[in-house]
């Protein structure tokens, strides 16, 4: 059923999908689906962690950095293409006027983007790359929240510049000056 909402959202997007139209597809009646899926946007955030969930987890490649740098990128990446794209600002948009929706969406996807950051940078501070009196939870409102912003707000891309630019702008703000710190 996952596959299917994420075809079909892929092929007519948010606006052209129903449960009906998901049912039809899949050879299956209404019902079936009402069943594990009460909502529309219930299914789509099924389907979004069906693909997005191996993005949350950073991967150690270097210093903070590169780490974020290879993150920002491969969420980027997914962000910005079908199907993850439509569905995820669709279902963005949905949740500004339904505050169930808007915390679940926080719940099962944002606490986790949130946490695995806090843990990565924190984990550059604790190795000595990043200043130790910083306040490490509002930076990553800014590290993350400038991503999401470009991605659901503006039409502006969400490119490797960009990128680059706001993680030199997080390092040379929280970065050790001193480079026996390394990193």
Not at 57 to 76: A, K, N, P, V
Not at 141 to 151: H, Q, T
């Amino acid at each position: 059923m996952l596959e299917v909402t994420l075809a079909m959202a892929d092929e007519v997007g948010y606006s052209g999908l129903s449960i009906e139209a998901i049912a039809r597809r899949a050879g299956v009646g209404k019902h079936t689906i009402y069943r594990r899926w009460p909502s529309l946007h219930e299914l789509l955030l099924d389907a979004l962690e069906y693909v997005w969930v191996s993005d949350f987890d950073y991967r150690t490649t270097g210093g903070i950095r590169e780490d974020l740098r290879e993150q920002f990128i491969r969420s980027s990446n997914g962000l910005k293409n079908p199907p993850l794209g439509p569905i995820c600002r669709a279902v963005i948009a949905a949740a500004q006027s339904d505050e169930q929706l808007r915390e679940t969406i926080h719940a099962r996807f944002l606490a986790t983007v949130e946490s695995r950051t806090l843990a990565r940078v924190q984990l550059a501070q604790d190795r000595g790359e990043l200043r130790s009196d910083v306040d490490l939870e509002p930076t990553i409102d800014v590290l993350a929240g400038s991503l999401y912003y470009r991605f659901v707000l503006t039409t502006r891309p969400v490119d490797e510049g960009v990128i680059d630019a706001l993680i030199d702008m997080f390092v040379d703000a929280y970065g050790r000056t001193d480079q026996s710190a390394g990193g």
